[in-house]
């Protein structure tokens, strides 16, 4: 589908299952996503329904934790939850705090990505969350600056290990990001990078690189460089015909 098809298409999300995460302080929410392309008389063309699962993590959850106040922030800032389950939220909520400790798994030793020198796109306003993964992969549905935003956010999620395998997860934001940079590049050198640099993200882990080989980003970030040469090549003759032309008026 092109980038111009994009406002014909339409989504539906559907929740699911709730649960709480078997190891960590989260909630395991199951839902569905329903994508229907439209023509331009709103009929509907092609239809999808996939089946999706989102973890809200808690890391503020404690013993001392308001239980009521934190159901009642995690179902205003998800809108899978209708706000018909916050008891049950509530009930799931308690059980967290009050599990025991021992199912723990052993803290992995972190091993951060290099930092590499921020550069224009990378400036946010505000901070990545996660649990609003959706809402940044709607922006890669609009026009270059909210894609870049959107991009942006979820390189700042990328940047944290302890993101990339619920990003794995998410097919639906890494084909977009692919797809953003396969069909937008040349329009964005910083909409480039960022998500360049979101894929490096899951390169610095071996186990993350199959994802870098089914999306060709390495072949497509080969043709990036091949075209970035060749522009520099004009401007340096450009450049000296330019030159040329000033000595001789002279």
């Known amino acids: 589908m ?43 063309m092609l239809g999808e329904r996939k089946e999706c699962q989102k973890i809200i993590r808690l890391k503020s959850l404690n013993s001392n934790t308001d239980i009521a106040s ?6 205003e800032e998800c809108r899978l939850i209708s706000p018909s389950r916050l008891p049950e939220v509530e009930q799931l909520l308690f059980y967290l705090q009050n599990r025991k400790k021992s199912a723990e798994k052993k803290e992995k030793k972190q091993i951060k990505p290099r930092d590499l020198t921020p550069f224009e796109g990378m400036e ?16 890669l549905y609009e026009d270059i600056p909210e894609k870049i935003r959107g991009a942006t956010l979820i390189l700042h999620l990328a940047r ?29 050198v910083d909409l480039a990078t960022t998500i360049i ?42 450049l000296q015909k330019k030159k040329k032309a000033d ?3 002279t």
């Open 197 to 238: 640099y979101v894929f490096f993200c899951f390169s610095s882990f071996s186990q993350f690189h199959g994802l870098i080989t089914h999306y060709k980003i390495g072949a497509l970030c080969m043709s990036i460089i091949e075209h970035e040469l060749k522009r520099y090549d004009l401007w340096q003759d450009e």
């Open 124 to 139: 946010l306003d505000e901070e990545a969350n996660i649990n609003s993964i959706d809402d940044y992969v709607e922006l």
């Open 160 to 188: 944290n290990p302890d993101n990339l395998e619920e990003l794995l997860q998410n097919e639906t934001a890494l084909g977009a990001l692919a797809r953003v940079l396969r069909e937008d590049w040349k329009q964005s």
């Open 247 to 249: 000595i001789l008026s």
């Open 70 to 75: 934190l159901a009642r922030k995690v179902v």
């Open 2 to 44: 092109q980038a111009d098809d994009a406002r014909y298409l339409k989504r539906k999300y559907k929740g699911g299952s709730l649960d709480v995460h078997p190891t960590e302080k989260a909630l395991v929410v199951q839902y569905e996503v329903e994508a229907t392309i439209l023509g331009e008389t709103g009929d509907p």
